[in-house]
């Protein structure tokens, strides 16, 4: 196995990140996850962009997306999984312990695991912490996550693969690392990105292809939703057929099905949507 550390490829016993580096210290550092089949990543042009958007509003120097790209294809052609998750993390490199970031700049690795596809449908819970969708790191995808690992060891206690917040008025907000979509009335909706969630990839190409609308919804739309599915790089789209102590039988239903389907197509044929 094969990572991107420090300019070049290493052998991944070998890689190794300073102590000191500010993501592991402090969490200073901004992330992307990219679907990868067969050495091919997907929508790769739209995550580096969104990585550039989140180190520029963590204050980091901007990314040279070039040598990332250099990056993700050397780590996918030197081992070509047939179903991957490919990383890019991108931190304030190393620095003083404490929040002050030090001078060396950015560290930036990409390395590539082994994933399993998803089932066509999953159980979630809604947690009672919240986003908050006024915070600094709003709408950031950042490496600072133990909220979400709490959250989502709560989902898999309750046997669920997802946790789902609210903000802080009280509205749908997002997964631990999904964007929610609802069904009422055969309409199709998910939350806007000024209630705090992250601009998922997979969200935006669904709201395009499937004609969803962006709509400020309470968190208790879930106990009355005909039918609710998530979005997110591995899960693609993904039915929820139960939801706390709510079953939502024959999930996937109708309009999740073929949201389902409208995306494995639209990606199929292309894979990097601009």
Not at 40 to 52: M, N, W
Not at 105 to 114: I, K, R
Not at 192 to 210: D, F, N, Q, S, V
Request: charged share 25%; net charge negative.
């Amino acid at each position: 196995m094969k990572i991107w550390l420090d300019g070049k490829l290493q052998d991944a016993e070998d890689a190794r990140v300073s102590v000191f580096d500010h993501g592991l210290t402090v969490g200073d550092g901004v992330f992307e996850t990219l679907k990868a089949t067969h050495g091919q990543a997907f929508a790769v042009t739209r995550h580096l962009d969104r990585l550039a958007v989140s180190a520029r509003g963590l204050g980091l120097p901007e990314p040279d997306l070039d040598e990332v790209r250099r990056a993700c294809d050397a780590v996918l052609e030197a081992d070509p999984l047939p179903y991957g998750r490919l990383r890019i993390t991108y931190t304030g490199g190393v620095s003083p312990l404490g929040s002050d970031r030090g001078t060396t700049g950015p560290t930036l690795v990409v390395a590539l695991g082994g994933a399993k596809r998803r089932a066509d449908s999953t159980a979630a819970v809604t947690v009672p912490w919240v986003r908050n969708e006024r915070g600094a790191l709003a709408g950031l995808k950042t490496t600072s996550y133990a909220e979400n690992v709490m959250a989502l060891a709560r989902a898999h206690a309750q046997d669920a693969t997802e946790a789902i917040f609210a903000n802080t008025v009280g509205q749908l907000c997002e997964g631990t690392g999904s964007n929610v979509f609802v069904v009422l009335d055969g309409a199709l909706h998910t939350p806007p990105l000024a209630a705090g969630c992250l601009a998922g990839i997979t969200r935006a190409l669904t709201a395009e292809w499937t004609g969803a609308q962006e709509t400020e919804l309470p968190l208790d739309v879930l106990e009355r939703a005909d039918e609710i599915f998530l979005t997110s790089t591995l899960r693609d789209v993904q039915a929820v057929d139960r939801l706390d102590g709510r079953t939502l039988p024959g999930a996937p239903g109708p309009v999740t099905a073929k949201a389902m389907r409208v995306f494995a197509e639209r990606s199929a044929a292309d894979p990097d949507p601009r």
